[in-house]
């Protein structure tokens, strides 16, 4: 764990003792499609990490059908009747929720991305929050990521909202936890908060089932590299830059190198069209058919290419290194968390085109012997950092500090 607060243990805090934990989020977080699974993962390794976790609030699971009445219905309810911001009925799920808290005796409340239901929440139990960012990172890239001529999803209002809710709950919690050095430093310097009120700690590759290391490299080992695979996941083609990646597969087949594109979870516009481009609307990470064939993709490819314009993080990075996979992305938000340059893949700025990423790619490929040492770096970043294990640990380990904190603090009165 990298981190700004450092967590040490009390002799007489017993690290075998299960700390109960409440789960909190404003979205259904037993839901794989809801943020790409990380709060299904993020609540699934506490638990297989020893902690004793109560769900909070009406987390459920739908079969696939019903997920998608459900999200056909909110659109057109949304479209007859703009919802507010923030709906009234929302203060009768708060009171669930406190009483939820008071009969599961929960020493803390871990809350992602819940800085709206902390802010209006009523309770003594400490509360340990954790996003990928912060309100004002969010608020400036939806404005630099807004497409000029559309009407934007959120106005100034909203924004000033959010922002509010976030400075408060920033300030009711005992602890906040990023996962990129990014995002924290948001926190001390936009929100005035105290360097060791805040932890990095790398979020995991939501995996169900991740391939072993070996099996991993004897893959890898056996690959050719022509024709060169180039993968492209991402739902916001615009965000994730896919007209660079685009332009990267034109250039390349320019200097008459094979490769081909395959583009996951979005559709290019109408002109994007090429015999050397695969687009795959939509895979469903619920459907075990479709995260299997997700996993082929990660498998059989040999590099993400991923040229975000912004981003908080980027999960499929993680998802990437627990398959071997390098990794060409921008320089941008917290990725460089994720990614080391010639470690796991590289960094390339976010002025940086498709001859630029072209560039690097016939670098890589020119040297097979340093494409086999990404390989391996992908894969031990993965092992070292960035699985839910390693993350659920040193959540365990700061959760029983804080403990201690509390336990010495009620000592001393």
Request: proline share 7%; with cysteine; hydrophobic share 40%.
């Amino acid at each position: 764990m990298s981190s700004l607060a450092s967590v040490c243990l009390h002799p007489q805090c017993d690290p075998s003792f299960p700390i109960r934990v409440g789960f909190l989020s404003a979205h259904n977080y037993l839901d794989l499609t809801q943020w790409s699974g990380t709060l299904f993962y993020m609540q699934q390794a506490l638990v297989q990490n020893g902690l004793q976790v109560t769900h909070l609030g009406t987390p459920k699971v739908y079969p696939t059908w019903q997920r998608k009445l459900l999200g056909y219905r909110e659109k057109l309810k949304s479209v007859l009747v703009p919802p507010p911001f923030y709906p009234p009925i929302r203060r009768q799920w708060l009171n669930q929720v406190e009483k939820q808290i008071c009969e599961a005796g929960c020493n803390f409340i871990v809350a992602p991305i819940a800085s709206q239901e902390i802010s209006l929440l009523n309770t003594s139990v400490p509360i340990v929050y954790l996003s990928d960012s912060t309100a004002k990172l969010f608020c400036q890239e939806h404005l630099y990521t807004h497409v000029p001529g559309q009407q934007s999803q959120l106005d100034r209002a909203t924004l000033d909202k959010i922002e509010l809710f976030e400075a408060i709950a920033l300030t009711k919690a005992v602890h906040l936890i990023y996962p990129s050095q990014w995002a924290a430093q948001s926190a001390i310097e936009d929100y005035s908060v105290a360097p060791s009120k805040v932890s990095v700690i790398p979020f995991g590759a939501n995996l169900e089932h991740p391939p072993s290391t070996s099996e991993v490299l004897q893959n890898r080992h056996t690959h050719s590299l022509v024709p060169c695979r180039l993968l492209f996941i991402g739902v916001d083609w615009q965000r994730k830059g896919g007209d660079v990646a685009f332009q990267t597969l034109l250039e390349l087949l320019h200097r008459n190198i094979n490769a081909e594109l395959v583009v996951v979870g979005s559709v290019p516009p109408p002109h994007i069209r090429h015999e050397k481009l695969t687009v795959i609307p939509h895979l469903d990470k619920n459907c075990p058919q479709h995260r299997h064939r997700l996993n082929q993709l990660l498998q059989h490819s040999h590099f993400l290419l991923l040229p975000s314009r912004a981003e908080c993080y980027g999960i499929a990075l993680c998802e990437a290194g627990a398959f071997g996979l390098p990794v060409l992305t921008t320089d941008v938000g917290g990725i460089s968390t994720i990614v080391r340059n010639g470690q796991n893949g590289y960094l390339l700025p976010l002025s940086a085109c498709g001859l630029d990423y072209a560039d690097r790619l016939v670098q890589i490929l020119a040297d097979p012997a340093h494409y086999q040492q990404l390989v391996v770096g992908a894969r031990t970043e993965y092992d070292q950092r960035l699985n839910w294990n390693c993350w659920a640990d040193s959540v365990q380990r700061l959760l029983l500090s804080l403990e201690n904190r509390c336990v010495s603090s009620r000592a001393s009165l």
